[in-house]
Protein backbone atom coordinates (compact mmCIF):
# COMPACT_ATOMS: atom_id res chain seq x y z
CA UNK A 1 0.00 0.00 0.00
CA UNK A 2 1.33 2.91 -1.00
CA UNK A 3 0.92 6.47 1.39
CA UNK A 4 0.45 9.69 0.41
CA UNK A 5 2.55 12.72 1.04
CA UNK A 6 0.91 15.35 2.65
CA UNK A 7 1.51 17.99 5.67
CA UNK A 8 0.77 17.30 8.77
CA UNK A 9 -2.29 18.86 9.61
CA UNK A 10 -4.42 20.20 6.77
CA UNK A 11 -5.68 23.89 5.95
CA UNK A 12 -8.28 23.34 3.93
CA UNK A 13 -11.73 23.13 3.31
CA UNK A 14 -11.39 19.00 3.30
CA UNK A 15 -9.58 18.43 5.92
CA UNK A 16 -11.84 16.40 6.99
CA UNK A 17 -11.19 13.64 4.77
CA UNK A 18 -7.72 14.34 5.31
CA UNK A 19 -6.91 11.00 7.31
CA UNK A 20 -9.01 8.73 4.39
CA UNK A 21 -6.48 10.74 1.70
CA UNK A 22 -3.41 9.45 3.65
CA UNK A 23 -4.65 6.15 3.65
CA UNK A 24 -6.62 6.03 0.91
CA UNK A 25 -9.47 5.04 1.85
CA UNK A 26 -13.21 5.79 1.16
CA UNK A 27 -14.72 8.21 3.50
CA UNK A 28 -16.85 5.24 4.60
CA UNK A 29 -14.42 3.44 5.40
CA UNK A 30 -14.70 1.54 9.20
CA UNK A 31 -12.94 2.37 11.82
CA UNK A 32 -11.22 -1.52 12.11
CA UNK A 33 -10.09 -0.53 7.90
CA UNK A 34 -8.22 2.63 9.21
CA UNK A 35 -6.86 0.64 12.02
CA UNK A 36 -5.64 -2.06 9.44
CA UNK A 37 -4.80 0.39 7.14
CA UNK A 38 -2.83 2.65 9.82
CA UNK A 39 -0.88 -0.43 11.14
CA UNK A 40 0.05 -1.60 7.56
CA UNK A 41 1.79 1.48 6.89
CA UNK A 42 3.49 1.96 10.21
CA UNK A 43 5.18 -1.63 9.45
CA UNK A 44 5.80 -0.85 5.93
CA UNK A 45 7.09 2.55 6.50
CA UNK A 46 9.09 1.90 9.87
CA UNK A 47 12.52 3.61 9.17
CA UNK A 48 14.36 0.66 11.46
CA UNK A 49 12.84 -1.87 9.39
CA UNK A 50 13.29 -0.91 6.33
CA UNK A 51 16.75 0.33 6.44
CA UNK A 52 15.76 3.36 4.04
CA UNK A 53 14.48 7.07 5.15
CA UNK A 54 11.12 6.64 5.15
CA UNK A 55 10.59 8.80 8.34
CA UNK A 56 8.71 11.85 6.61
CA UNK A 57 6.05 8.87 5.27
CA UNK A 58 5.99 7.09 9.18
CA UNK A 59 5.35 10.75 10.42
CA UNK A 60 2.44 11.33 8.07
CA UNK A 61 1.32 8.14 8.86
CA UNK A 62 1.34 8.73 12.53
CA UNK A 63 -0.28 12.10 12.52
CA UNK A 64 -3.13 11.05 10.29
CA UNK A 65 -3.89 8.71 12.18
CA UNK A 66 -3.91 10.69 15.53
CA UNK A 67 -6.21 13.90 13.52
CA UNK A 68 -8.79 10.58 12.72
CA UNK A 69 -8.53 9.45 16.83
CA UNK A 70 -9.24 13.01 17.85
CA UNK A 71 -11.85 14.15 15.24
CA UNK A 72 -13.63 10.96 14.08
CA UNK A 73 -13.48 7.98 16.89
CA UNK A 74 -16.10 8.67 19.77
Known amino acids: MKFKQSIAYP ?6 DYPFS ?3 LK ?4 Q ?3 KKAYRK ?4 N ?3 KT ?8 RVIQEAY ?3 TLHHCE
Do not use: N, Q
Request: net charge negative.
Open 32 to 34: EDM
Open 41 to 44: GILD
Open 22 to 24: VFD
Open 27 to 30: RTAS
Open 51 to 58: GEDTSDAF
Open 66 to 68: EYY
Open 46 to 48: HPD
Open 11 to 16: LSEDED
